[in-house]
């Protein structure tokens, strides 16, 4: 298996992606002006297995800040936060249905958790860092939080 660039700890901080590194989300943003957010591979390792996800609705206008999901894993119960303005047009409710462990397997793609369409990106973007720059600002957190990143096999 070929390793990633930008692992460290045996957390994975793909280049290609933006993120808010105080929060733990990353961003990606698309050609149809969304941004589908998740949570990194060092959120998926604090919290641990995944136990239950709510989902708030497709057509919900959020702040920056505001909760887009509640996550609750056996060590902790906590918000998704979403780091944008803006109107949730899809949440992946049907693929953590199917498999709830999805985050904790592949938090950078099928573990995606909403799409917003941003309503003050040119304001709140700054907020997002992109891939490279970020690598930094994450190892520093994961040496603080003495974080080392798994996938979850089961």
Known sequence: ME????VYQG???PPDLAYDVERDVWARFEEDGTVTLGMTDIAQSKAGKL??????????VLRGGQSAATIESAKWVGPFPTPLS?????NN???FGK???IANRDPYGAGWLVRVRPTALEEER???VPGREAFAAIRERIDHDQVRCFRCAD
């Open 11 to 13: 957390c994975w901080v």
């Open 93 to 95: 409710e049907e693929t």
């Open 86 to 90: 803006g109107e949730i047009v899809a």
């Open 51 to 60: 136990v239950s996800i709510l989902f708030k609705a497709p057509g919900k």
């Open 99 to 101: 498999d709830i462990l």
């Open 3 to 6: 390793i990633p660039e930008q």
């Open 126 to 128: 700054a907020r997002l």
